[in-house]
Structures are given as C-alpha cells and as structure tokens.
C-alpha cells in the first residue's frame, strides 16, 4: 500500500531510500478512527504528531452557541502539530471526517528523525509552510470571497491537494465531504450552500455527486473562484 505521507514528502524535498524506511518506520503502528471520533479535543494536553495515512480528518472549534467552525481539512499524506508539545493545551479539537487510519509520531521521534535525515527535516518545515499558506487563504476565503468563490476556491484547493498525491483522475475526485461539513467550513448554511452548489453545478464549472466532485470546466471554476494557486507552492514541489 502507499505511504501517501513518503509521497507527500517526496515531493517537497529528494528523499533517499533510508529517508523512506525512516518515515515507514514512524509511521508503520496506525490507529483507526470511526467518521466522527475525536482523535483530540480542545482543552486536552497536546499529544504526539497526527499523520494521516487514510480517510481524511479536520480541526474545528465549538463557539458558545453549539455551532461548529471547521478550520481545515486533513487527506492522506497530511500531517498536522510538529510542535504541538511546546503548548499547555489545546485550542481546537482534531476529529475523523471519515473512517481514518492515522499514525502518532511522538515528539521525540520526530526529532530524532529529522535531526538524523535533514532532507526529511526540510520536507517538514515546507510542508508547514505550505500549510500556514492555506490558512492564510481560508481567511481571505472568510472575509472577502462571496459565497460562490467561496465554494469554488475551496474546491479548487483540495482538487490540487489531492493531485499532488495521486488521489484524482480526468478532473474527478473524491470529496467525502457532506454538505453539513463543507458549511462548517464555510461559514454557511446547509441551505445556503446547497444553492451555491446548484449555482455551480448550472453555470457548468462542477458537479458534486455522493462522495465525489467533477470538474466540468477547470477554466471556468479558476474564473469564478479567483484562483491563484501560488499559496501552495507547487512551484517548490517541482524544485524539490
């Protein structure tokens, strides 16, 4: 089976064969998760570093109300809290999205690994960066984008997320994301997304079926969202 994190990594730096066995190794005691189940809650002690290896998770936080503010979404290969041990406790809570497989990487263990193969140590602090990237992106989503750029941005960003480790094929992928879920993270209502998806779906840019999204005209969907892909540095993936 792929490590999607090897091939996550792979492409941020040149990785040797004893830098694969290394994070095979870190990773090789995955625990599964249900769709739903907290892998951390906010307020817990930080714990070791998650890696997804399948299934896709997300943070989020619980305001007052009982409403819920998703602030990313995790697929395979992504990996989240290098340094989550520097904190007293948790700001936000961690929870499957989907069925998981996820592997926990103590600090230490990461540490060790990346003082003893530097080519993983910068394939991490790249991937960081890149991820401080798309938050900054969420928050110009939040406070700028209308709600149709909105949903086509987002979509526009996890489509090329799940390219760059293999999880897409002829403008299809798959997105097991409920449109409850993709509110969340929106910050809209179900019903108001599910308008925004009709929109989408009639102007001919994508089609969101069970589970899936087709991409009917990249053109037009990179239009309407305002897509520029610069904040997830792929130009670095290249280099690397």
């Excluded at 990785?15 to 189940?37: C, F, H, K, M, N």
């Excluded at 997804?52 to 998770?57: A, H, P, R, S, T």
């Excluded at 969101?208 to 037009?220: A, C, E, N, Q, W």
Aim: aromatic share 4%.
């Amino acid at each position: 089976m792929v490590n999607r994190f090897v091939k996550k990594l792979s492409g941020l730096a040149e990785l040797s064969v004893g830098d694969v066995a290394a994070i095979e190794l870190a990773t090789g005691r995955p625990r599964r998760y249900a769709a739903r189940q907290d892998l951390i809650r906010e307020g817990d002690e930080p714990g070791p570093m998650f890696v997804v290896l399948e299934g896709w998770i997300c943070r989020y936080k619980i305001l007052p109300s009982g409403t819920r503010q998703i602030m990313a979404f995790l697929m395979p290969g992504d990996a989240c809290d290098l340094h989550i041990k520097l904190l007293a406790e948790m700001d936000h809570g961690i929870q499957a999205v989907t069925p998981a497989s996820v592997a926990t990487v103590t600090r230490a263990e990461m540490q060790t690994m990346m003082d003893e193969h530097p080519n993983i140590a910068r394939a991490m602090y790249t991937a960081q960066l890149v991820d401080e990237g798309i938050m900054r992106a969420w928050i110009v989503s939040m406070g700028r984008r209308s709600s149709i750029e909105r949903v086509a941005h987002l979509v526009c960003e996890l489509y090329l997320r799940a390219r760059n480790i293999g999880l897409t094929h002829d403008g299809d992928f798959a997105l097991p994301l409920s449109q409850l879920v993709l509110a969340d993270a929106l910050g809209m209502t179900a019903v108001h997304i599910n308008r925004v998806l009709k929109e989408l779906r009639l102007t001919g840019a994508m089609a969101l079926g069970r589970g899936s999204v087709t991409i009917m005209d990249t053109g037009k969907l990179v239009q309407i969202a305002g897509f520029d892909e610069n904040y997830l540095h792929r130009r670095l993936r290249q280099a690397g």
